[in-house]
């Protein structure tokens, strides 16, 4: 490194000494700028080199201060410090960076501290050529006046301070880059008018008025930006980018259509350096951020997932409706509604919605409505839309009678609400014929006719009840002679029988009339609903014919029962019918037997809920209109209760392994069977009728027409039904049947290739389950049930298959409906498409089978790469083949069912190859084992990675939901083992089992049923996971660590021997001896969670003498000899002795090389390619306020979480074997301080102002911004950290997958405060905060079908994604526990000491549900062991624990401060013997008055609650939260509750009694009343013992905080944050509301640009404004009276931006009709030529004014034309931007430009 020194610099003869005019001047070269502003308390000194320097030493000498009269008195101490700041530029002076430290003294010198050249990396230095001194303001000095002039003047710096410098070529840049923009803003738009017009059918019948606009939902700014990067080339090779910037956030709230801040403006500093000139290239990334504050509310948490979800539907087509409130106006009527205080006027015609938005934030938020025909203005009565209510309103209808609006308010999520607006007469008809009501009034002769369709309600009438006199029917409104006669709405009240006439004059039908009535105080609501007779619902499977025999008419007709639980209507034109029912399944089968009779008297037989017991005149309208829309849909039926229908269109039955043809349909050999199809002829069953009323408080008779038995087939396969008498019935695969009631039992059944094949006897119980026995053993099906079935398949008297189905029976609607189908589906989740082999083998104690590798029966299946619309498809495995052990099949023996997989393609993701180029081989096979929690087992996919054989890794789960197996396949980014194979032949591999000696090679693959054993081939690899790490999962063991693997290999004989036993999960390097066969090299290393082993052969030359001689103990011959394997071409060479003996144990060794392996095959990693990246970010405060909205929207915070200088570091794991090694990295995450407060204390209503804070504080020092070294500062930070995590992460540099390792977590002690009243209000805000949304109506899809259970979903999903770390440890910590719950008894505990230990775990795998049930054991444990310390604590007792704590503190004291100053010389050890005397009295004091007043509140409280006096209560308390500040206003406060405590006690035994007559209303009963006066006389006896005792102990309680107070010997703690600082009104207003509210624009105008600012009236005068610029106009709208107060064309007015002295400029409004008198003729394109260039080249060269264009005649005219001028002040920002914007706009209106 070449450098060049220099000494003394400020006083080098090169520079000249300078005073500034400005802060922002900039030196030349060569000059020294001095600068002071006594108003800002600061001076800087600027100097600026010829060339950029590295500062080496800056160190001042004593410096004399400038101490004047007017400085305070700590100016004369010699300690005083002056600090500095030491500064740098490389932007030429714009801004400056700080770079170091230093102060400024009388009687001391200081040193900056700077990097040393020679010592620091180059990335460290810093070079500029403008350097800067910044002289602050003492911090006792800043409170003085503006005329205090500064300690130390910039040229008194200058002479006692020395600056060396050095010159280093190295570090000047190639190139050196400086961008700065001022303000940048991103604005997001939802443009609503691009997507489908929102038709909700939630808010059905309404329809929206008009098109949702075009709103900004988004304001994000990016401020004072600054962007700086610089190269360096030559040995540095460096990158440096340095950004600098402001952000801040505001986000649309719907309410009022203002902007909320979602996130304060803070800064951001980030520095990116790159550096590729070492071998592994360097990037570092360094954060830092200032204060962060986000401000969360119901608003913003509404309106961000609202758009989040709606651009998320984009494609879809399905927009949410982006409003708090819709207004709907459900009256027959026109309406126009507004708030009050404005001039705001909306019409809503009838059946018209608008979603709405307050017009005026600042006003009362209470609308208004009147009828059209009437003024806005005149109505009185408000509405309050933001409460849940019914409120009634008179309005003036069109005939100029008064009326009444019923307005009801109904809560649509936790955001919306619907204000439907209604009269107080509509119409409801359940009829399937459309309707016209003509309505008759008393006092008008105007008829008001009504439509209703069918399951419709009309609008309702603005007329009051007593006003209707009758009305009419009809279902044809062409002839006026088709309306029925009048009904009186009296008649109606207790059900009437209608006479409708149809569409011929002879015609008429007949139904129910009804009038439901809810009162609203004086005022009657009615509901006229029109319902049929009869109305006839079939639950059969298929279409039922019904016989209608009219008696009387001596007539009959037929009618077509659609079935599956459709309801149909019967029509009855006559008043006075009687007809006989029956029923017939078709034509040709006989009817039902016997008949059933039915008239208008048959109601009267049925057991009925009339409208008094529904709640008379109490009844709830709007309840009955919901419980018409309920009952049974024909989407429920059949009933069966169970999960969506998992049958599938593929089955593992689409090929015969024995027949190799497809398996003819069973229905085509029905003939030969002799069975007869449910759906061709329908068996003789029991029917059953039921006649009940179809709907409370109406006469409609429902027929109910159902089988007694329902059987689905949902399996997949057509079934056989075979009774006890062995009549047995055919059901064809996806039908619903209704067969006879089986009596006892029944066997089911499959066909396949002509013949039956039935299951054992499955016996029928009535009762709903089984308590005597288990089911599973009897076979027995009980009525809420299931079972699974299994079903044998026979060929010629050989077992070939097994057919595995479940049976569900469920009980509905007096139905029982037994659903069959599939016991096994598999769900495919992975990346790959994958092919299924399903067999199931004999379990046999002498002899194992062997599952051959060309399986031909298998099912093919599709990964989630293709099937991305349903990802959860479901697979039936239905028949599975079956292998035995021996040559006959036994019926009795136990059969375990196996699955393997193969890849359908070679690579996961290419495409599917032909059958016949598939060679990827199967997988070992997968015993299945499942249980309701679920199990977890690995699956290695064998497939090619190029030449490379290896395998991909996936997981299946097995859960058992119902005897359902659901089995999903799904990807494993976790394997335990990588097995690498380097030899010449095939290595054989499992897992030792557990518990067994190192000796005994026992295999746990070789265990099972199957004779398979898993193994990898010569230059391969595959994954393994042990099947332990399944079975133990999700319990935390260590068994993990201790799992054993042996490595196996064939010998002469075609038998498999096995090595000893390796301990895989370490990393080392051993020989492993395969007796008589050969000898490995194994190295193990750990690669995050994975072991990668590596077997290679050993050669010669890496075996010694030695370790053969200690191999075959003490033999000296050994012989090296080459045997041939009979499957192998190669020999392979092994070590053997003479004697044949072996090692007993391995032998570890510290290299391992690979020998006779070609090098295609062993892919080593290397690092060359490896970056070295260092991440950190350090935030100085971020908060988080969590505000709830009250029913005025106003905000009241409720949360306040603040965090103090926040570090996060990620940086690389140092590996001194591996120096280069980036694969690990360490992650640090730290705060300094944390601290929850509840604002809400302000508020009185909570007892506690901080709910968390730090116990102590810390002994560390907080972190400094000035510090210029990001890495020093970070661990400054840890040191002294309350919250401290730390874990180890490990990439994969194969799939770059990150993974974490070890995970560590220390707290400092903490002092936690919990209320059960604020912990219930957080809870509820908390659920405030969940989004709702209210979808577009969009055409009903159904469901897919194949989809997984929800609950099997997620517990699939957990078992996939474990978690799975090396190690889990969690520091001990304690907790200071202060408790208040205000039970039926008030229970407190103050400060009860909580110890916990450490919490660690090794091998953590696991769920995150057994992981969050092992820490709350963990706690839980701890807390008990110290739960005598916290029933000492209780307040109750007088928290004896607390006062020994505090006296053991002061005795603590008193020992160890003399024995401390003893070490010191005796003067200390008096003064230490003195200061522990003192603490002694002190902790003594303290604790015994803390004692006494703790005691004294819980009493006083408890007292109060016995009192039974809410009023008392909530008065104590408000008065009790106030804290005494001294023991003056401790006895006041004690001295007035118990004045007022003895005067309740008295006023009670009155007040009490009197109160039951003041609170009690009309309705209320005389015995009800004579209860009420004893039970208040029963209280003022009660409150005459516990108010004067209570108020005795509130008088001590208030005393002895008084004196603690007073004193100093309570610990007070302060919230961090204050509730004043923040005020939640600190709103800003959007665009949105200037186009909707303000303006009133149409979608077409779209405002440009918007700008507040401050208008001049005057001199002395103005007023906040807006500046709003659209397309043809400038608006100015009043910010404070929220209008607009003028309008200018554009056309007519210019804009010109004028310099002031202070930083605001001021934009001039000139306004003239300079555009009306300019003459547009002559040549138009030389004149277009012309106007156009003057106004491009005023606008690009300055943007200060901005003329118009004018020609020579034109100018003439215009002197004459006398302008207006308007001056505003607007923010330097944003003048240039509007100007520009608006000069687009002017040159568009002169048609010079394109469109804006």
Known sequence: MHVAETYDDLKAEFFNYLNAEKSDAVPSPGEILFYSDADAGRATMTWRYFEPRVLTCVKAMQVPFSIQRHHSAAAFDETLKVPCTLQYSLSLGETFEDYSEFFLSQNQSSEADLPDVAAAGLSWIVAAEIWRVVIHMPPNEEHLSEEVELLVSPLTLAASLRVDSVFVPELLPVFHFTSRIDCAELRLFNQSAHLSKVESGLLSPFRILGELPKREVCVAALENFTLTASYCGSKRDQLHTKIRANVLCHVLEYRSLTLLPLVERFGVLSEVTFKSSEKHPKLKVDIELDRVFFRISPSVVQTISDVASSWQRIHSMTPSLLSYYVICNNTNEELHFGQVETDEDIVLRCLECSPYSWRCYKARQLIRVAVKGSPLSSSTNFIDINRREIFCISVTSLSGQPATLIVRIVQMGTALKQVVINGLVFFANQIDRPLSVKILSKNSAKEVVLAVGPGKTSPSCIADLSDVRSFKLSTVTSSASAWSSEIPLSDALSGVLVKVPLTQPADSLYSWCHVLCQNHGDLTEAMVAFCPLYVVRSHFPKRLLMNLNFLKLKTSTQLELEGHGVEKQLEVDRRDHLCSITFQANATSQASSPSLTLSTDTIEQVDRVGVADLGGLNISILEMLTLWKTGVNDDFWPYNNIHQSLSSTQHACRNDPLFGTQFTPPSSSNGALGMPEFHDEQPDIELQVNLTQLWPGFNTLLIDVSPRWLVVNESGLDIVLMEADNATYKLSSGRTVAPPVFKESFKVGIVLGGRIHLSTEIQLSSEEQGTSYAHHDTGALYLKGHIPVFIPVYHDALLIQHCFLTLHSTFCHGIRVITVRERFHFVNRSQF????????????????????????????????????????????????????????????????????????????????????????????????????????????????????????????????????????????????????????????????????????????????????????????????????????????????????????????????????????????????????????????????????????????????????????????????????????????????????????????????????????????????????????????????????????????????????????????????????????????????????????????????????????????????????????????????????????????????????????????????????????????????????????????????????????????????????????????????????????????????????????????????????????????????????????????????????????????????????????????????????????????????????????????????????????????????????????????????????????????????????????????????????????????????????????????????????????????????????????????????????????????????????????????????????????????????????????????????????????????????????????????????????????????????????????????????????????????????????????????????????
């Open 833 to 1796: 498409d994958l092919q299924l082999y399903i067999t199931t083998v004999e379990s046999a104690k002498d002899q194992k089978v062997f599952i051959p590798d060309d399986p031909i029966a298998t099912l093919t299946t599709l990964g989630r790469r293709e099937a991305a619309e349903t990802p959860e498809m479901s697979h039936s495995l239905l028949l599975w083949n079956v292998l035995q052990a021996g040559g006959s099949a036994d019926p009795n023996s136990e059969y375990v069912p196996h699955v393997r997989f193969k890849l359908r393609c070679s690579e996961p993701g290419g495409g599917v190859a032909a059958p016949d180029t598939v060679h990827s081989p199967w997988s070992f096979p997968v015993r299945l084992s499942f249980c309701p929690t679920g199990t977890r087992q690995s699956v290695a996919l064998p497939c090619f990675d190029g030449s490379y054989p290896t395998t991909r890794t996936c997981v299946l789960s097995a859960v058992l939901d119902s005897e359902i197996v659901h089995l999903v396949l799904d990807d494993d980014f976790y394997p335990s083992i990588e097995l690498i194979n380097n030899c010449n032949i095939a290595l054989y591999y499992g897992q030792a089992i557990l518990n067994r000696g190192p000796n005994d090679a026992v295999v746990l693959e070789e265990n099972g049923v199957i004779a398979n054993v898993p193994c990898v081939c010569p230059r391969s690899s595959c994954h393994y996971t042990p099947p332990c790490v399944n079975s133990l999962f999700p319990e935390i063991h260590d068994k993990l660590n201790s799992i054993k693997l042996h490595l196996g290999a064939t010998n002469d004989k075609e038998k498999i021997v096995w090595s000893h036993a390796l301990e895989v999960f370490s990393d080392q390097s051993m020989f492993v001896v395969i007796s008589k066969v050969l000898d490995l090299k194994v190295d193990m290393k750990r690669c995050g969670h994975m072991v990668r082993v590596r077997v290679n052969p050993v050669s010669r030359a890496e075996v010694s003498a030695k370790e053969i001689r200690s191999r075959i103990k003490g033999k000296s011959v050994v012989q090296v000899e080459e045997i041939s394997q009979p499957h192998r071409k190669k020999s392979v060479t092994r070590l053997a002795s003479e004697s044949g003996s072996e090692s007993k144990e391995p032998l570890e060794l510290f290299s391992a090389g690979q020998s006779g392996v070609s090098a295609d095959f062993i892919r080593e990693e290397t690092a060359a390619d490896a970056m070295h990246v260092e991440m950190s970010l350090f935030c100085k405060e971020a908060g988080v306020l969590i505000s709830d909205e009250l029913p005025n929207a106003a905000l009241l915070s409720i949360m306040c979480i603040t965090l103090d200088e926040i570090g996060i570091m990620f940086v690389p794991k140092i590996d001194f074997a591996q120096p280069n090694n980036y694969d690990r990295q360490d992650l640090f995450v730290s705060i300094y301080d944390l601290q929850v407060d509840n604002p809400a204390f302000a508020t009185g209503f909570y007892d506690f102002p901080i709910l968390l804070k730090r116990s102590r504080a810390s002994s560390g020092a907080s972190v400094s911004r000035a510090d210029s070294v990001m890495s020093e500062k970070m661990k400054l930070h840890h040191e002294g950290a309350m919250v401290l995590i730390s874990a180890e992460m490990y990439r994969d540099r194969c799939s770059s997958a990150a993974s974490l390792q070890t995970l560590r977590i220390a707290f400092d002690p903490l002092v936690l405060f919990v209320e059960d009243t604020y912990c219930w209000d957080l809870l509820r805000i908390v659920d405030r905060l969940v989004p709702s949304f209210l979808f577009a109506n969009s055409e009903s899809k159904p469901l897919p079908t194949n989809r997984l259970p929800v609950s099997v979903t997620q517990l699939t999903t957990s078992l996939a994604s474990p978690i799975w770390l090396q190690s889990l440890c969690i520091e001990p910590t304690s907790v200071q526990l202060s408790v208040h719950a205000s039970l039926k008894l008030f229970i407190s505990s103050d400060r009860a000491p909580l110890n916990f230990g450490s919490f660690g775990r090794k091998f953590v795998f696991t769920n995150s549900q057994q992981l969050l049930r092992a820490l709350a054991m963990h706690y839980a444990v701890s807390a008990a062991y110290r739960a005598a310390l916290v029933f000492g604590s209780l307040e109750i007792l007088g928290n004896p624990t607390g006062l020994v704590r505090s006296i053991g503190s002061g005795v603590a004291d008193m020992i160890w401060l003399p024995y401390e100053g003893l070490t010191k010389g005796p003067g200390p050890c008096i003064s230490g013997f003195g200061g522990g005397m003192r603490s002694v009295a002190r902790h003594f004091s303290a604790g015994t008055l803390t004692s006494i007043s703790n005691f004294a509140s819980s009493v006083s409280r408890n007292m109060e609650r016995l009192s039974l006096d809410s009023e008392h209560i909530l008065r104590n308390e408000i008065t009790r939260r106030r804290r005494p500040s001294g023991i003056s206003e401790g006895l006041i406060n004690g001295l007035s509750g118990f004045g007022l405590s003895v005067l309740g006690a008295i006023a009670g035994i009155a007040d009490q009694p009197l109160q039951t007559f003041t609170r009690v209303d009309q309705t209320t009963s005389t015995s009800d009343k004579a209860r009420g006066v004893v039970s208040g006389f029963g209280k003022g006896l009660l409150g005459m013992v516990t108010k004067p005792i209570g108020g005795a102990a509130e008088f001590v309680s208030q005393t002895s905080l008084g004196l603690l107070q007073g004193i100093g010997l309570v610990d007070t703690f302060q919230p961090r944050y204050d509730p004043d600082s923040c005020p939640a009104t600190a709103i800003k207003v959007g665009a949105a509301r200037y186009h909707e509210k303000i303006l009133h624009l149409s979608s077409a105008d779209e405002i440009l640009f918007h700008v507040h600012g401050c208008q001049m009236i005057g001199k002395k005068s103005s007023c906040v404004c807006a500046l709003v610029l659209t397309a043809s106009c400038l608006y100015v709208l009043n910010e404070e009276q929220d209008d607009c107060l003028c309008t200018f064309p554009i056309a007519e007015i210019g804009l010109k931006k004028q310099e002031t002295h202070n930083s605001l400029p001021i934009l001039v409004l000139l306004h003239g009709s300079e555009e009306s008198s300019h003459p547009r003729n002559g040549g138009r394109l030389a004149a277009f030529i012309d106007d156009t260039t003057q106004a491009m080249t005023s606008a690009f060269r300055s943007t200060d004014e901005w003329k118009f264009p004018k020609t020579a005649a034109a100018a003439a005219i215009a002197t004459e034309t006398v302008q207006t001028k308007h001056e505003f002040y607007l923010d330097s920002r944003s003048v240039d931007s509007f100007i520009a914007w608006f000069v687009l706009a002017k040159s568009r209106h002169r048609r010079n430009s394109f469109p804006v």
